[in-house]
């Protein structure tokens, strides 16, 4: 990226998020796009080569979806969506 691009970051940004917190046509294509993204969010499905692991793999990895949020407002699924919806956005997402 240009140095152009860097300093204009932070203010496309901002207009970013303004028009999708304040313009509903904005808020419904971003919101039918992150719909269409995560569908219905990545879902355990092993590959693993004995069969007999497979289920408890999934079931394990799903165990650990519920409660991936450590603060307990959404879960692994959720924060799929809020990480597409900042993509979208903010151009960008980071996940800790």
Same mark, same amino acid.
Do not use: C, K, W
């Given at each position: 990226?240009? $140095?152009?691009?860097?300093?204009?970051?932070? $203010?496309?940004?901002?207009?970013?998020?303004?028009?999708?917190?304040?313009? =509903?046509?904005?808020?419904? @294509?971003?919101?039918?796009?992150?719909?269409?993204?995560?569908?219905?969010?990545?879902? $355990?499905?092993?590959?693993?080569?004995? @069969? @007999?692991?497979?289920? $408890?793999?999934?079931?394990?990895?799903?165990? @650990?979806?519920?409660?991936?949020?450590?603060?307990?407002?959404?879960?692994?699924? =959720?924060?799929?969506?809020?990480?597409?919806?900042?993509?979208?956005?903010?151009?960008?997402?980071?996940?800790?």
């Amino acid at each position: 990226l240009g $140095p152009e691009t860097t300093a204009a970051a932070g $203010p496309i940004r901002a207009r970013a998020r303004h028009a999708y917190a304040n313009n =509903g046509l904005v808020r419904n @294509a971003v919101d039918a796009l992150v719909a269409e993204a995560v569908g219905a969010g990545i879902r $355990p499905n092993s590959a693993h080569p004995d @069969a @007999a692991l497979r289920e $408890p793999i999934d079931s394990a990895v799903a165990e @650990a979806l519920a409660r991936l949020d450590a603060e307990g407002r959404t879960d692994g699924f =959720g924060m799929q969506a809020a990480a597409v919806l900042a993509l979208v956005v903010d151009g960008e997402a980071f996940l800790h």
